[in-house]
T-cell receptor, first 113, second 111 residues
Framework: NAGVTQTPKFQVLKTGQSMTLQCAQD?????MSWYRQDPGMGLRLIHY???????DQGEVPNGYNVSRSTTEDFPLRLLSAAPSQTSVYFC????????????FGPGTRLTVT | KQEVTQIPAALSVPEGENLVLNCSFT??????LQWFRQDPGKGLTSLLL?????REQTSGRLNASLDKSSGRSTLYIAASQPGDSATYLC??????????FGGGTRLMVKP
């Protein structure tokens, strides 16, 4: 049981490039989320999904796209990277029922130059 | 909008001390409150989760309490050790799938 896995661990992009951050979980959780963590801003929700085929925006969705074709995977796409997207990105998952405990992946550290 | 505050932002204590980390939130209509530990450059590890109907949870040397009516939670660490050095984050879940995080308390336990 690997829990929540994320790839890559580190990535450097140039402004305007695109990339996909991968997230997978093997706990059969229906809920999955993406957060970004920035100094002085804490963790903020980007997008989330309550099941395959269903996604919704969080607090800071601009510049990011998501899709959920399977229960296990929830990729985050940056279509045209900007320096403001330099951050550490965390994926999380939880089951839909109480107690709604969230499990986090190890994170992807992204730098946009 | 839910706001979560953690005090102090940083704390340095000698090994062996008992210590209390504080978390306050503005909207008491929460489903649960979760305490996490984050080591430098690493992900978040869940320490304790308190459901809205509970008053406290314990795991080893850790005890977390919840007072929904006053919008407060505390994380008590007994007999602190250098290995406890990390950033501790609290997060609350309201309706919906969003966790609202506090800014964290950076703990240093000196040998």
């Amino acid at each position: 049981n690997a829990g929540v896995t994320q790839t890559p661990k580190f990535q450097v992009l140039k402004t305007g490039q695109s990339m996909t951050l991968q997230c997978a979980q093997d706990m059969n959780h229906e809920y999955m989320s993406w957060y970004r963590q920035d100094p002085g801003m804490g963790l903020r929700l980007i997008h989330y999904s309550v099941g395959a085929g269903i996604t919704d925006q969080g607090e800071v969705p601009n510049g990011y796209n998501v899709s959920r074709s399977t229960t296990e995977d929830f990729p985050l796409r940056l279509l045209s990277a900007a320096p403001s997207q330099t951050s550490v990105y965390f994926c999380a998952s939880s089951s839909p029922g109480s107690p709604y405990e969230q499990y986090f992946g190890p994170g992807t550290r992204l730098t946009v130059t | 909008k839910q706001e979560v505050t953690q005090i102090p932002a940083a704390l340095s204590v000698p090994e062996g001390e008992n210590l209390v980390l504080n978390c306050s939130f503005t909207d008491s209509a929460i489903y649960n409150l979760q305490w996490f530990r984050q080591d430098p450059g690493k992900g978040l590890t869940s320490l304790l989760l308190i459901q809205s109907s509970q008053r406290e949870q314990t795991s080893g040397r850790l005890n977390a309490s919840l007072d929904k009516s006053s919008g407060r939670s505390t994380l008590y660490i007994a007999a602190s050790q250098p290995g406890d050095s990390a950033t501790y984050l609290c997060a609350v879940k309201n309706a919906g799938n969003m966790l609202t995080f506090g800014g964290g308390t950076r703990l240093m336990v000196k040998p």
